[in-house]
């Protein structure tokens, strides 16, 4: 079994699950480097080749915090790739207007007091951010951040399909959008 393409991500060149353990990876490591290993197999530019992604990829995937930013990268590629592929756009938090708003039971939004709003709230609610971001037909696509936290949650889930991942259409012109969270809790 040759490891010569060039799009394969770590967890496939260790032919792990994106979800597996670090035990799991540690175990598929050692068992493609035994059989990739210049001292192990007969010696050539490939398996040479082979061995360097082997160790690459397990250099990422043993590390907490390089696997992290991995999985984050390779969510935003797939992100991308959908995107160019079909009518949708990514877009990255930071680059989202974001405002605080009180959010009414009935899901009514309602500006605070000091932002402009009339401080009448009649009900229960609660502040939370809004974010927008204008859509290239003029309209504006407003998301609240307790729905950014539902679709993080169902994208985290479904990180290994790219084509469950969550996007938003905008009501006037058919545009999707996907909101990669590009900023650190």
Same mark, same amino acid.
């Given at each position: *079994? !040759?490891?010569? &393409?060039? @799009? +394969?991500?770590?967890? =496939?060149?260790?032919? $792990? ?70 009518? *949708? !756009?990514?877009? &990255?938090? @930071? +680059?989202?207007?974001? =405002?605080?708003?009180? $959010? ?82």
């Amino acid at each position: *079994s !040759k490891l010569s &393409n060039s @799009s +394969e991500t770590h967890y =496939e060149i260790l032919g $792990v699950d994106e979800t597996a353990t670090a035990l799991e990876i540690k175990g598929a490591h050692r068992e493609k480097a035994l059989l990739y290993h210049p001292d192990k197999c007969i010696s050539s530019n490939e398996t040479a080749a082979a061995f360097r992604k082997i160790q690459l990829a397990w250099e990422c995937l043993r590390d907490e915090e390089k696997r992290s930013e991995y999985n984050d990268s390779l969510k935003r590629t797939r992100a991308k790739v959908r995107g160019a592929a079909s009518n *949708s !756009k990514v877009v &990255n938090i @930071s +680059e989202m207007n974001c =405002e605080l708003c009180d $959010v009414e039971d009935d899901n009514e939004l309602e500006l605070d007091e000091e932002d402009g709003g009339d401080g009448d709230q009649g009900g229960h609610t609660k502040e939370q951010r809004l974010y927008s971001f204008a859509c290239r037909c003029g309209d504006i696509f407003e998301i609240l951040e307790e729905e950014l936290q539902q679709q993080q949650a169902h994208d985290e889930k479904n990180a290994t399909d790219p084509d469950q991942l969550q996007l938003w259409d905008c009501r006037s012109c058919g545009l999707s959008i996907q909101i990669v969270n590009d900023i650190e809790p």
